[in-house]
């Protein structure tokens, strides 16, 4: 599934202390959502959200959960 929460865009100077000075329309998802199930039967769900992070935490924190790793060879 995908999705934009935010159509609207703001556009900041950096030469100008980050003021914005202008927006636009954007027509590209910002929300990405996956839920699957693998070939293996492992069940996948993933979630990336656009902007800017959330005060205090990092921007971006993936985290695979899983009991063994199995490399596929060419």
Known sequence: ML???R???SLCDP???NKIVD???K???DQ????GRLESGA???YHLRGGAPFPGQPG???SIYGEKVRLAAD
């Open 23 to 25: 927006s636009i329309e």
């Open 60 to 62: 971006l924190n993936w």
């Open 3 to 5: 999705g934009n929460q």
């Open 15 to 17: 030469d100008q202390d």
């Open 27 to 29: 027509d590209t998802p």
């Open 7 to 9: 159509p609207t865009v």
């Open 43 to 45: 069940l996948l769900s």
């Open 32 to 35: 990405v959502f996956l839920q």
